[in-house]
DNA sequence: GATTGGGATTTCATTTGCTA
DNA sequence: TAGCAAATGAAATCCCAATC
C-alpha cells in the first residue's frame, strides 16, 4: 500500500532540520547516509481536502512501529496526490503539490535508488517510538487527520519517530522480534495481517467498491483523488531539449550522467508548448554579446564588492548599479545581479588545481575580500543598511546610504578599509532629570533601550506606559518643562544682548579705522606742507647771499633773477640754512611775491594754475634734459617737464634738485649704475657728481 | 524549548553564446 | 565544431523568526 509523508528529519547533534519525502518506494534514501537514526516526525501527507483524509495506510503497533508496507519493486507511481478540484489546467497548479508520478522519484536501477544494504545483509526499515517529543502534526489535525486516526488510543503526545534499520535475518532468528516487519518471502511486500487497524478507520470505496486496492492509483482514484497532471519542474519555461526525440540536434554536452533514469528527470515540454510560450518565455541561455567577464570586468567587480562587502541583497544591488554604469563608462556590456553574484562565488569557492597551480591574482583578491566580509559579518555592525529593512526609523539610514551611493558612483569604488567606517547605530532615550520626590525615575537621566526578550517586552512596556501616566511624573516634568522653557528664554535674551553688544563693537571699530586714516591724511599733509616751507625759505636765504655768483649753467627761479647757486657742502649748506633763517627775517627778506617762491611742481595742477595765473607766469611746454656726469665715468639724464618758468621762458631750477648737491670733492664710486634720481642719490651718498643741464628739444611723444 | 513557515542560498541540469 | 563560460530554472537545503 502507498504511503507519502513528507518528514522532518533532524539529526542528534544538529540544530536544522530537513524535510524529506517519505515514500513506500524508496525509504532508503531518506535514511541517514551515516547509518545513524533521524528524529522525524511527519510534516505533511498528502495534499488533500480535509474531509478525505487517508486513514489506511498508517499503522501501530506495541513495541515497533512500523512504516507502511514497503514494496521496492512495486508499480510506481507514489507521489502527491492533488484533490480533483484543484486547478489542473497548466499555469495554474500550486508549485508545491507533486504529481504521481513515474519520474520523481528514484526507482531501482536510477542514479538516486540507493539499495540499503550493511554489512549484516539487507535491511527492512521500520520505525519505533521514542520518548523524545510528540507528533506534531497540529496544522493537519482534524477528525480525520490520518496521524491521529492511526495512532487512536496510543499516546502519540509522547512518541517520536525514529527510522531505523531492521536486520531481516536477525527478525528471523528472533520471531518476537519479526512480528514488527512481517515481510512475505516471495516478494519484499510487507504483511500486514498483524498490524492492528481499526476497521472504521478504512474508507469505504465509494461507489468503485469493487476495485482491487492493490495500487496507489486506485487507492488514489477510489479515494477521490486524481492524479497531478504536472510533475515537478513543469513551470520551468524554455525551449524543447536538444536532444529529445524529434529534436534535429543531438546535445552531448551537460552534466547527465551516464547511469541516469531512462526517464527524463524533468517534463518534456511539448512542441505546441513551444509554440504557445516561446513568444512570452524570456531566453535563456547566455545573452547576445555577453562575452565572458575580462580582467576589467573582475577589477571593477571586485572593486566594487571591496567597497561595499555585501551582507545581504541590498548590497549586491548597489554593487550591480554602480557596476552598470562602470559598464556604461566602459563600453562593457551589463550584467545581471545574479551574474555578478555568481561570478564573485565562483572566484571565492575557486578550488586549486592538481600540480602546482598559481592562484589567480582575481581568486586571491576574492579570498581576501570574502575575509573582510566575514570579519564585517562578525563585527555585527548594526549600522548596516543590509539589516535595515524599514520604517521610518531605518528610512534616513537608507537614504542616506541611496546619497552616498550616488556620489560614490561618480568617484568610482572606495575600499572598506579607506571609508569611515559608520558608527553604530544605538537607540538612546535622553530624559531630564525628574525631580527626587518621586523614587523610580530619580536616577534614569540616561537609559538604554536594549533589546530583551519577548517575553518581557509586553511587561516592560506596561510598566513604562503606567510610568508616562503617573501624576506626580506628569507634574514634575510639567514643572521641568517650564524651567526649561524660561531658560531657553533667558538664554536668548542674553544671546540677542551679546550680538547687538558684537554689532556695537565692530561700529566703533570702523570709525576707529576711519578716524586714524584721516589722521595719517592730515600728518602726512602736513609733513609735505612743512617741507615746502622749508625749502622755500631755504631758496629765499641762497638767493640772498648768492646773487652774485651766477654760473652760467645756473638759472633762475624768479622773475627777479635771483640766482640759485649750490652749496658747497652739505655742512655749509646747512649753516647757510641756519644764517638764512638768521639773518632773514621774512618781513626784511621778502621776496617780491610770496607766491613765486612755491613750488608748483608740489602743487596740484588746479592750484598750481592759479599760481600761474595769479603770478601772472606761463607753464613752460618743454622739457629739459638733466644730466649728471660722474667722474668714474657714464651719465644719468633725466627729463623733467618743468612747469615752473618764469616770464622769460626761462625754466625754474627746483631748488630740491638743484641746491641740493654736495660742493665737495667727488669720491671714488662704484661702477654702479646711476641713480634715477640725481637728488636722491646726492643725498644718499653724499657724493657730488657733475650736474649739467641743456636745453633739449621735447621729444615728440612728449615723455 | 520545540515546532513551523517561508525566505535565502546552494546545487544541479540544461541551454545558449563566444572563441580557438 | 568542440570546449568553455554564462545564464536560467527547478529542486534541495539552510537558516531564522514567529508561534505554540
Known sequence: ??????????????????RVLLTQDDPARHADKSGDNHHCHVESTLRRPPSRQLSAPYAYHDDSLRLPPLNRHGPTGAGYYQPPDAPTAAGQQPQSQWAPTEHSFPMPGSSQYMPRTGPAGPFLYGARPTQHGMVHDATRHGPHAPISEAFQGHNTNSSQFALRPVDTRMQAAHPSASQAVNAQPSSSRVRLDDIPIDPRLIPLPGHDGDKDLQDNNTIAEATGHAAAAKVAGSRRKGKQRADEPGSERRVDKGKRHADAAPQPRKRVRLD??????????????????????????????????????????????????????WAHRHGRPERALKSLETKYKQLVKTKKPTGNGVCPPSVDRAHAIEDLINDRAGTRDLADSDFDDAGNAGGDINEQSDN??????????????????RAAVTATVVRAPIPSHHPTESSGQLQSITPRHRANAATDLVSRISQVFDPDIQVARDTERHSCSLQHTEFFSVHQQLRDALAANESYRNTISDLRDRLHAAESARDRAEMRLEISQATAGDHHGRSRE?????????????PLHRSTSRHSRH??????????????????????????????????????????????????????????GGE????????????????????????????????????????????????????????????????????
Open 272 to 325: 505546441d508548448e513551444d509554440q504557445d510560450d516561446e513568444q512570452k518565455t524570456a531566453k535563456r541561455g547566455r545573452p547576445h554579446g555577453a562575452g565572458n567577464y575580462s580582467q576589467d570586468d573582475l577589477g571593477a567587480l571586485l572593486d566594487y564588492v571591496e567597497g561595499e562587502l555585501p551582507l545581504g541583497q541590498r548590497g549586491w544591488e548597489r554593487i550591480h548599479r554602480r557596476f552598470v554604469k
Open 1 to 18: 500500500m502507498p504511503f507519502n509523508a513528507l518528514i522532518r528529519t533532524r539529526q542528534p547533534n544538529k540544530k536544522s532540520s530537513k
Open 575 to 632: 649753516s647757510h640754512h641756519s644764517h638764512s633763517r638768521r639773518s632773514h627775517s621774512p618781513r626784511s627778506h621778502r621776496p617780491s611775491s610770496a607766491l613765486q617762491h612755491l613750488d608748483p611742481m608740489a602743487l596740484d595742477t588746479p592750484t598750481r594754475r592759479r599760481l600761474y595765473k595769479a603770478t601772472g607766469r606761463q607753464e613752460y611746454k618743454t622739457k629739459r634734459r638733466h644730466i649728471v656726469r660722474y667722474p668714474e
Open 404 to 421: 552616498a551611493d550616488r556620489s560614490s558612483d561618480e568617484d568610482g569604488p572606495v575600499p572598506a578599509l579607506l571609508r569611515p567606517r
Open 550 to 562: 651766477r654760473s652760467p649753467r645756473h638759472h633762475y627761479f624768479s622773475s627777479t633773477r635771483r
Open 636 to 703: 644719468a639724464s633725466m627729463w623733467i617737464t618743468d612747469e615752473s618758468a618764469d616770464e622769460n621762458g626761462n625754466p625754474i631750477i627746483l631748488p630740491s634738485v638743484q641746491d641740493l648737491w654736495p660742493s665737495s670733492p667727488p669720491r671714488p664710486m662704484a661702477a654702479s649704475p646711476a641713480p634715477a634720481r640725481a637728488d636722491d642719490a646726492a643725498l644718499e651718498d653724499g657724493d657730488n657728481p657733475i650736474s649739467d643741464w641743456e636745453m633739449t628739444p621735447p621729444p615728440q611723444d612728449d615723455t
